[in-house]
């Protein structure tokens, strides 16, 4: 078993934008972003992206809304946002509060500042296989893993289980793409599958993207597989300071013992999201300045 | 077996727009038909729709620029057809001459007036399960035949053969929605699939778009399973006065012998997608209305 390293490739992917942004002529790439309120984890999460794209020379703008702010008003933010051009990519962390609509919110971005790829726009183009577009921070970021773990997917049966806008149905697409890399055949699973095991028995790639705590156990992989694990659980520990221990969708120990290559968690796909956020703020930047 | 017919469903389809249509108060809903060039396989579509249109009571604009319109040209007339508040849908036949960059046409139309679900943003609102967005006819034809044979993929699975923009990626997620009929596991094979028999015998519903003729054979299908042929080929026949026949990617005479149900071709999938295309011009109406 080989262990695929979110931490190092996620860092090696930080350390080329960082050379590609200290090469650019004039005005650096520029991010904003927003985030309402003061939730510890989106607090967290935000500081993260702020670190990271200080780190590689995009500049940060940051927008701290009260967690009272109206629809209305985050839609001014966001329309001014969209128009300064000064700003490349747009972020709305999430979650937002109750009392606005986060769908219409991804919308009112800008298609052309959408770094999440969470516009609906983007998520067609994603479907249509054209690149101008951009694509959400996770499923590029597990093809960024697999692709530079040397796994190629063409000819290979790609089993995603979850079918979520944020991970499953995009990355499930991308790895059909024509393009080299993917080419896979692919099958979605989810809460309504019947005798799930003896499909996912089937995968050459497991995409476990379903939110259920060690769901995943070493009967419903193949020997040899490759297992990509996007959850991130916490599940009650007693033995911790902080009453919980983070986990995967993938019961760890059992499947490690007989998959060919795995991601861990934590240190798996997470560190990748950020790496693709930045990396679609600088590709936005150079569309932005090319159009 | 049982055979799918489509053109009995699409009648019923087309009776109950016309019942629907027949009882809207004021101005009747409007569809626009482009036809650029004389095509003869777009003459007879384009024929074939303007008399359904007519036949539910939706008035038809036929637009017949000559194959030498430039791609400015061409967007000048979508361009004043979205703005005509009298046009509730546009539809650019396909193909167009190969000067005209197809795709970019089908964005130039607004996303309100898609009829034909071609625009980019509708794809991605197939994606996100957005009422409010058009689906491309064909892929909506599809779960329309299964609904309407009592078909619910809820816990089956699906199999479709072929990745296309127009058919297999879009049928694709509409199986996988969460709504009721759908909820079927999904797999998608392609060119690039290794071992295909042995996906394709594992499909409680099988779905060929793949564009060859006879392709799918008897020994790829599991006894009892529905078959929804896309295909439509022109294969060579000597005894035909035309020099072809017509048939589908599924070699019917075998295959029909061990599904449970099957659509033939011509007469299954076919007829479907103008009874759509219709449905589309109501609710297309309907929504540009209330908005």
Same mark, same amino acid.
């Given at each position: 078993?080989?262990?695929?390293?979110?931490?190092?490739?996620?860092?090696?992917?930080?350390?080329?934008?960082?050379?590609?942004?200290?090469?650019?002529?004039?005005?650096?790439?520029?991010?904003?972003?927003?985030?309402?309120?003061?939730?510890?984890?989106?607090?967290?999460?935000?500081?993260?992206?702020?670190?990271?794209?200080?780190?590689?020379?995009?500049?940060?703008? +940051?927008?701290?809304?009260?967690?009272?702010?109206?629809?209305?008003?985050?839609?001014?933010?966001?329309?001014?946002?969209?128009?300064?051009?000064? =700003?490349?990519?747009?972020?709305?962390?999430?979650?937002?509060?109750?009392?606005?609509?986060?769908?219409?919110?991804?919308?009112?971005?800008?298609?052309?500042?959408? =770094?999440?790829?969470?516009?609906?726009?983007?998520?067609?183009?994603?479907?249509?296989?054209?690149?101008?577009?951009?694509?959400?921070?996770?499923? !590029?970021?597990?093809?960024?893993?697999?692709?530079?773990?040397?796994?190629?997917?063409?000819?290979?049966?790609?089993?995603?289980?979850?079918?979520?806008? +944020?991970?499953?149905?995009?990355?499930?697409?991308?790895?059909?793409?024509?393009?080299?890399?993917?080419?896979?055949?692919? @099958?979605?699973?989810?809460?309504?599958?019947?005798?799930?095991?003896?499909?996912?028995?089937?995968?050459?790639?497991?995409? !476990?993207?379903?939110?259920?705590?060690?769901?995943? @156990?070493?009967?419903? =992989?193949?020997?040899?597989?490759?297992?990509?694990?996007?959850?991130?659980?916490?599940?009650?520990? !007693?033995?911790?300071?902080?009453?919980?221990?983070?986990?995967?969708?993938?019961?760890? @120990?059992?499947?490690?013992?007989? !998959?060919?290559?795995? @991601?861990?968690?934590?240190?798996?796909?997470?560190?990748?999201?950020?790496?693709?956020?930045?990396?679609?703020?600088?590709?936005?930047?150079?569309?932005?300045?090319?159009?």
């Amino acid at each position: 078993m080989e262990l695929i390293d979110g931490n190092l490739i996620a860092a090696a992917i930080i350390a080329e934008l960082k050379a590609e942004v200290a090469a650019l002529p004039g005005r650096k790439p520029c991010i904003a972003l927003v985030r309402v309120g003061d939730d510890p984890a989106s607090v967290s999460y935000v500081k993260k992206k702020e670190k990271t794209a200080a780190e590689i020379g995009i500049a940060g703008r +940051i927008h701290l809304p009260p967690v009272t702010i109206t629809q209305a008003e985050l839609f001014a933010l966001i329309d001014q946002l969209n128009a300064d051009p000064g =700003v490349d990519g747009i972020l709305v962390q999430s979650p937002l509060p109750k009392h606005i609509d986060e769908v219409a919110v991804f919308r009112r971005v800008s298609d052309k500042k959408d =770094v999440d790829g969470f516009n609906t726009l983007n998520l067609g183009k994603v479907a249509q296989e054209d690149e101008t577009g951009f694509v959400a921070c996770t499923p !590029a970021g597990i093809m960024a893993l697999l692709a530079r773990s040397g796994i190629d997917l063409k000819g290979k049966h790609v089993v995603v289980i979850g079918r979520s806008l +944020i991970v499953g149905k995009p990355v499930a697409l991308l790895a059909l793409q024509k393009k080299a890399g993917a080419n896979g055949t692919v @099958t979605i699973c989810h809460s309504g599958t019947s005798n799930l095991p003896a499909i996912t028995r089937q995968a050459d790639v497991l995409i !476990a993207a379903i939110g259920r705590a060690e769901f995943v @156990t070493a009967d419903m =992989v193949k020997p040899g597989a490759v297992v990509i694990d996007v959850g991130i659980n916490r599940v009650p520990d !007693a033995t911790k300071k902080t009453g919980y221990r983070l986990t995967g969708d993938v019961e760890f @120990t059992g499947v490690s013992a007989i !998959a060919g290559k795995i @991601t861990p968690v934590p240190g798996g796909v997470g560190p990748m999201t950020v790496a693709m956020l930045m990396s679609n703020t600088v590709k936005a930047f150079r569309q932005n300045r090319s159009a």
